[in-house]
T-cell receptor, first 116, second 113 residues
């Protein structure tokens, strides 16, 4: 049981290049999330998905796109990378919150992205 | 949407002392409040959580208290140890956004031997 796995762990991009970050979870979770973590800014939600085939914008969605073609995978794409997207990216997943209002989010190990 | 404020941003204590981290939230309808610990270079991991129908929850040296009227909740760590050194994040559920978590900016806790 691997939990939440992110690929790759590190990446350096040149400005204008594109890339895709892959997140995979084996816990059959409905919800998946992409966060970015910057010093002093905490974890900010980029996009999220409440089920296969659905996606929604979070707090900081500009410059990113996502897709959830399979329940276990959530992809984050950068079409034209900018230095402002240098950050540590975390994927997370959780069970459907439902009326209980929230359940534990399990995080991947993170991807450190540098855009030069 | 939800807004979560966390204080202090850094906290230094001596081993054996207690540490308290405080958070406030804006949406009175929020009903789930987790705390995550992130060690250097690692992923955030849940250490304790509380739901709005409970005022306090304890797990060994860690406790969380919730004041719904004042819209604030706190993490209490007693008998701190050097391995407690990490960044701690509070969060609250944003029930208007399909129940996504909104995080505070984090508190770096340093426990000196």
């Amino acid at each position: 049981n691997a939990g939440v796995t992110q690929t790759p762990k590190f990446r350096v991009l040149k400005t204008g290049q594109s890339m895709t970050l892959l997140c995979a979870q084996d816990m059959n979770h409905e919800y998946m999330y992409w966060y970015r973590q910057d010093p002093g800014m905490g974890l900010r939600l980029i996009h999220y998905s409440v089920g296969e085939g659905t996606t929604a914008k979070g707090e900081v969605p500009d410059g990113y796109n996502v897709s959830r073609l399979k329940k276990q995978n959530f992809l984050l794409g950068l079409e034209s990378a900018a230095p402002s997207q240098t950050s540590v990216y975390f994927c997370a997943s959780s069970y459907s919150a439902g009326t209980r209002g929230g359940t534990e989010a399990f995080f991947g190990q993170g991807t450190r992205l540098t855009v030069v | 949407g939800e807004n979560v404020e966390q204080h202090p941003s850094t906290l230094s204590v001596q081993e054996g002392d207690s540490a308290v981290i405080k958070c406030t939230y804006s949406d009175s309808a929020s009903n789930y409040f987790p705390w995550y610990k992130q060690e250097l270079g690692k992923r955030p991991q849940l250490i304790i959580d509380i739901r709005s129908n409970v005022g306090e929850k304890k797990d060994q040296r860690i406790a969380v208290t919730l004041n719904k009227t004042a819209k604030h909740f706190s993490l209490h760590i007693t008998e701190t140890q050097p391995e407690d050194s990490a960044v701690y994040f509070c969060a609250a559920i944003d029930i208007w956004g399909y129940s996504t978590l909104t995080f505070g900016k984090g508190t770096m806790l340093l426990v000196s031997p």
